[in-house]
């Protein structure tokens, strides 16, 4: 079965650092997708940023980019120059692409930047 | 291009009444996803659609839970009857072919059950 682990409940960044939130994932099988999306306190989900299992680079979007270590199946997001809009509640997920489609998402990590 | 189209936004209603939450997803996507959102469970995939087919129901909490997608057009929700621990924000999302996959999100449907 198909799962995605995101460790960190709450963090606390100052603005304008650099932050690493963590995602790791576990599947058997070897095609799959991985999404971070971002959730305001508004609600809205606002999708950010997606790699692919054969992806051989790792996808940057931005002040955005996914550190994909595909051997320790793990998919962090760094968030560059952090800004204070960047305080959010955001979610790791995984599409796999076998006959079972769906797509999972994490717990979510709530990120609050500091001024 | 309008994006996922969710309704009611809101809906207060009473424990044993009938909930229904609709749904128009993106015009051309195939994939259809209804999820739910608490704090304490997360976001949890309820059922999705492909070409209007339910594909995967097994997050439908019980049968009180039912969802249908009668076109390309439109999906609907119903809870019957409601019960409090039913409340949550309710998220409908579609997406296009398999290869990418990234969900387009409606702006959900909060749903307060008294």
């Known amino acids: 079965a198909q799962k995605i682990t995101q460790t960190q409940p709450g963090m606390f960044v100052q603005e304008k650092e650099a932050v690493t939130l963590d995602c790791t994932y576990d599947?058997?099988?070897?095609?799959?997708?991985l999404f971070w999306y971002k959730q305001p306190s508004s609600g809205e989900m606002i999708f950010l940023i997606y790699q692919g299992s054969y992806d051989e680079q790792n996808a940057t979007e931005g002040r955005y980019s996914l550190n994909f270590q595909k051997a320790r199946k793990s998919a962090n997001l760094v968030i560059s120059a952090s800004q204070l809009g960047d305080s959010a509640m955001y979610f790791c997920a995984m599409r796999v692409m076998n006959r079972d489609d769906k797509i999972i998402f994490g717990k979510g990590t709530r990120l609050h930047i500091l001024p | 291009d309008a994006g996922v189209i969710q309704s009611p936004r809101h809906e207060v209603t009473e424990m044993g009444q009938e909930v229904t939450l609709r749904c128009k997803p993106i015009?051309?996507?195939?994939?259809l996803f209804w999820y739910r959102q608490t704090m304490m469970r997360g976001l949890e995939l309820l059922i999705y659609?492909?070409?209007?087919?339910?594909?995967?129901d097994s997050g439908m909490p019980e049968d009180r839970f039912s969802a249908k997608m009668p076109n390309a057009s439109f999906s609907t929700l119903k809870i019957q009857p409601s019960e409090p621990r039913d409340s949550a924000v309710y998220f409908c999302a579609s997406s296009i072919g398999r290869q990418f996959g990234e969900l387009f999100f409606g702006e959900g449907s909060r749903l307060t059950v008294l």
């Open positions: 015009s051309g996507h195939d994939y």
């Open positions: 599947t058997s099988d070897q095609s799959y997708g």
């Open positions: 659609f492909n070409n209007n087919v339910p594909i995967d």
